[in-house]
């Protein structure tokens, strides 16, 4: 799963990574929570566009936010089948940008466990396979998305079962494509990042309340 995560490059940064047309203005946060409203990018009439969005998807038909349960994850071995899903995969993809994402290990001393920070070995942000819908609940319009996961690599084994799929930059254009493609080939791209270019450490506790939002929460700390 994915739960939590950063963003903290330069508007500048991304407009020129994501070759994108606009960008909202963002500000950098390093404890990305479920309900916030995170950055995503997707395929407008004149190029890549960024925009945000709530995170945690509500299906189109929604009425009643507080009946569904926080859809926050969608997973690649169900996202082309499972209802709740399926029309967003199919027409509405987006790639949602992170600077790194946390993931928690279970330790076996003790009952608490131990955060861990991962990112790109060469800087650069992480691009998320992302699905997202647009409702009317209460007669207020609401754009939202969902990170798909995948299964681990092998850097991320030791620490959590479960990975976002992070998609190389020759997938863009085609996981950004409006109309409906194949999904044989759209699930190609839902597998594990490769490991050697991806780095963890350990970092602070401090990144479970999300009220912590200091560029300390991605600093390693000692296992």
Known sequence: MCGRFALAYPRSSLIDWYDAASMPEIEPRYNIAPTANILVIRAGSTGRAGSMMRWGLIPR??????KLP????????????????KTAFHR????????????????????N???????????????????WETATVNETIIDS??????ECNDLMRPIHERMPVILPIEAWDTWLTA???????LLSFLKPFAS??????????AVGRTSNQDA???RPVNK
């Open 145 to 150: 998305c969902a990170i798909i996961t995948t």
């Open 216 to 218: 300390g929460l991605i």
């Open 92 to 111: 509405q993809r987006c790639i949602i940008p992170a600077s790194g994402f946390y993931e928690w290990k279970p330790l076996k001393e003790r009952q």
């Open 179 to 185: 109309s409906q493609l194949p999904d044989d080939m």
């Open 113 to 131: 466990k131990q955060p861990f920070y991962v990112s790109a070995k060469d800087g650069h942000p992480l691009s998320f396979a992302g699905i």
């Open 61 to 66: 038909w929604a009425k009643d936010i507080k």
């Open 70 to 85: 926080l859809l926050i994850n969608a997973r690649a071995e169900t996202v082309a089948t499972k209802p709740i899903f």
């Open 196 to 205: 050697e270019q991806l780095q963890a450490w350990g970092v602070s506790p």
